[in-house]
């Protein structure tokens, strides 16, 4: 009697075993949609546009969160969604409220040049001074346009802000976190 009690306990330890594994399983796989769909967009790089900080190809995690915890700063790169639904990438140079203008390509932020020799690698083409209202900012790829371009293509709302970018996942010899401007 015994064994057939022996036997009948290792049927059930196995069967409940299973369903463990197969509830941790789905508990990890639910958090991982969460967490991805609440917090971080994946965005991989289509252009060349900020190169060569972000190169054609990266795949980036950016942070959703940015929009409730975070007031985007100068220097921050931030993912925008166009009126074509598309999804571009620019770096904040001018806050709401602030003059922006280019002159000798050169960014002038209420009358006073912005060092960008961090992350510009060339000069981009003059643009009138404008004022930008609330909520409002202006965003600038780092590769900068050589001709003339149209200032409100640049202008962001808040409201088309979709995130900053917060890890570069791939490729894995450029893994990368922007716990700052980078």
């Not at 463990?20 to 790089?45: E, H, I, K, P, Q």
């Amino acid at each position: 009697m015994s064994g057939a009690r022996v036997a009948r306990n290792g049927r059930e330890y196995k069967r409940l075993r299973a369903y463990t594994w197969l509830y941790s399983l789905f508990a990890a796989l639910l958090f991982c949609a969460l967490f991805f769909t609440l917090v971080f967009n994946g965005l991989r790089v289509s252009d060349a546009s900020m190169a060569p900080f972000f190169k054609q190809g990266d795949v980036l995690l950016v942070s959703r969160l940015s929009q409730v915890f975070y007031t985007p700063a100068r220097g921050d790169v931030f993912a925008f969604r166009e009126a074509d639904n598309a999804i571009y990438l620019g770096r904040v140079l001018a806050l709401p409220h602030e003059r922006v203008a280019v002159q000798n390509g050169s960014v002038y932020i209420n009358g006073a040049l912005l060092d960008e020799s961090a992350y510009v690698p060339k000069p981009c083409a003059d643009m009138a001074e404008l004022t930008l209202d609330a909520g409002m900012f202006f965003l600038l790829p780092d590769l900068r346009p050589q001709a003339a371009f149209s200032p409100e293509a640049f202008l962001v709302p808040y409201e088309r802000l979709v995130g900053r970018a917060a890890f570069r996942v791939a490729p894995l010899e450029s893994l990368s976190v922007f716990l700052k401007n980078p």
